[in-house]
């Protein structure tokens, strides 16, 4: 049995369910007044009728139609004239049913023909059955926000993957290739630290976290690829300090952040230059510090580009509200401090 055909059953066994149920709500208030006799049921099936009607009226056809297409004036008209011709129909089949008590000479119910009463038992299950079918449809808007809002933020975040700044890979290219003209020694070791990041990018990037260790990894043989192509004329001081196991972070988070400090501050200046990374557990919260000279202007360079807006972007989603990104800049400084919740695979 297909789960659509399943999902079928159970709306009609619910429907089935709920009129029975209607229909012994209506059956059992007019025992108060008689025994249960063809004329209580006939009386109680009137009001069945009558309700059914009402409710499919307008769980069917006025609601979708009219109300949830924001035609509030014509719902208004529509079902004030429902439930007129509801009342109608209700008083219509109860005068019906008193002839035939009179003409068959039975005495009819006390109170039977309480209008008050009778109105407010049928327009409760109305409004039961109403609620119900508004609350579902609720459910189900919610549960399609959801789904939507899901997929969007897996594209989202699958186009923001591949938009990850890919320039440290070219440079790395051109080192190689200095190396190799020179016969370098190191062409080798160099090749392979490419080869992991190449690794990493490439397939662990599609997992929505990873292991801490397994970034901070990346990001050392990073800094050796870089270090090979600016040899001393940058001095990188990285400080870890985090003593709990399987931090769990969005892969190519940190990257970026050393990536602009080469970028915007060591390739930019021909002076000896220096960055600082600290990533630091403190308090259930991940500090991840980093920061780096750059070529002294009196007007603050915009540092960042694509690559830091990305990383904001990817935190907006997986942390909302409950991180903080701060940038600092200053003539010769570039300063960046991210603070997450720690998140640890258990």
Do not use: C
């Given at each position: 049995?297909?789960?659509?055909?399943?999902?079928?059953?159970?709306r009609?066994?619910f429907?089935?369910?709920?009129?029975?149920?209607?229909?012994?709500?209506?059956?059992?208030?007019?025992?108060?007044y008689s025994?249960?006799?063809?004329y209580?049921i006939i009386?109680?099936?009137?009001?069945l009728?009558v309700?059914?009607?009402?409710v499919?009226?307008?769980?069917y056809?006025?609601?979708?139609?009219?109300?949830?297409?924001?035609?509030?004036?014509k719902?208004?008209?529509?079902s004030i004239?429902?439930?007129?011709?509801s009342?109608?129909?209700?008083?219509l089949?109860?005068?019906?049913?008193i002839?035939?008590?009179?003409?068959t000479?039975?005495?009819?119910?006390?109170k039977?023909?309480?209008?008050?009463?009778?109105?407010?038992?049928?327009?409760f299950?109305?409004?039961?059955?109403?609620?119900v079918?508004f609350y579902?449809?609720?459910?189900e808007?919610?549960?399609e926000?959801?789904r939507?809002?899901?997929e969007k933020?897996e594209?989202?975040?699958?186009?923001?993957?591949?938009?990850?700044n890919?320039?440290?890979l070219f440079?790395?290219?051109?080192?190689?290739?200095?190396l190799?003209m020179?016969k370098?020694?190191?062409?080798?070791?160099t090749?392979?630290?490419?080869?992991?990041?190449?690794?990493?990018?490439?397939?662990?990037?599609?997992t929505?976290?990873?292991?801490?260790?397994?970034?901070i990894?990346?990001i050392k043989?990073?800094?050796?690829?870089?270090?090979?192509?600016?040899?001393?004329r940058?001095?990188?001081?990285?400080?870890?300090?985090v003593?709990?196991?399987?931090?769990?972070?969005p892969?190519?988070?940190?990257i970026?952040?050393?990536?602009?400090?080469?970028?915007?501050?060591v390739?930019?200046?021909?002076?000896?230059?220096?960055?600082?990374?600290?990533?630091a557990?403190?308090?259930?919260?991940l500090?991840i510090?980093?920061?780096?000279s750059?070529?002294?202007?009196?007007?603050?360079?915009?540092?960042?580009?694509?690559?830091?807006?990305?990383?904001?972007k990817?935190l907006?989603?997986?942390y909302?509200?409950?991180?903080?990104?701060?940038?600092q800049?200053?003539n010769?400084?570039?300063?960046i401090?991210?603070?997450?919740?720690i998140?640890?695979?258990?």
């Amino acid at each position: 049995m297909s789960k659509l055909n399943f999902h079928k059953i159970i709306r009609v066994l619910f429907h089935i369910i709920f009129w029975f149920g209607a229909w012994l709500f209506f059956l059992f208030y007019y025992k108060r007044y008689s025994e249960i006799n063809s004329y209580t049921i006939i009386a109680s099936l009137v009001n069945l009728v009558v309700a059914m009607t009402t409710v499919y009226a307008f769980n069917y056809y006025l609601i979708p139609k009219y109300l949830l297409k924001r035609k509030h004036k014509k719902f208004i008209a529509f079902s004030i004239i429902a439930i007129i011709l509801s009342i109608y129909l209700q008083l219509l089949l109860t005068v019906f049913l008193i002839i035939k008590l009179l003409l068959t000479e039975r005495t009819l119910f006390p109170k039977m023909i309480d209008v008050v009463m009778l109105f407010f038992n049928l327009f409760f299950i109305v409004f039961i059955a109403i609620s119900v079918k508004f609350y579902k449809r609720w459910s189900e808007k919610e549960n399609e926000e959801q789904r939507v809002q899901k997929e969007k933020v897996e594209v989202e975040l699958q186009m923001l993957k591949t938009q990850i700044n890919p320039h440290f890979l070219f440079n790395t290219l051109n080192s190689i290739y200095v190396l190799a003209m020179k016969k370098s020694a190191l062409t080798a070791d160099t090749v392979l630290k490419l080869s992991d990041i190449l690794d990493y990018i490439l397939y662990k990037i599609n997992t929505p976290k990873i292991s801490l260790s397994n970034e901070i990894e990346i990001i050392k043989n990073y800094i050796e690829l870089e270090k090979i192509r600016y040899t001393d004329r940058v001095v990188i001081d990285f400080n870890i300090n985090v003593k709990s196991k399987n931090i769990q972070i969005p892969p190519m988070l940190i990257i970026p952040f050393i990536e602009n400090a080469f970028k915007h501050g060591v390739a930019k200046s021909l002076e000896k230059s220096w960055i600082k990374i600290d990533i630091a557990e403190k308090e259930k919260v991940l500090n991840i510090d980093v920061s780096n000279s750059k070529k002294n202007t009196s007007t603050p360079e915009k540092s960042g580009g694509i690559g830091l807006a990305n990383v904001k972007k990817r935190l907006d989603i997986f942390y909302h509200e409950s991180y903080s990104l701060d940038k600092q800049e200053t003539n010769n400084r570039f300063d960046i401090k991210l603070a997450l919740p720690i998140t640890i695979k258990m």
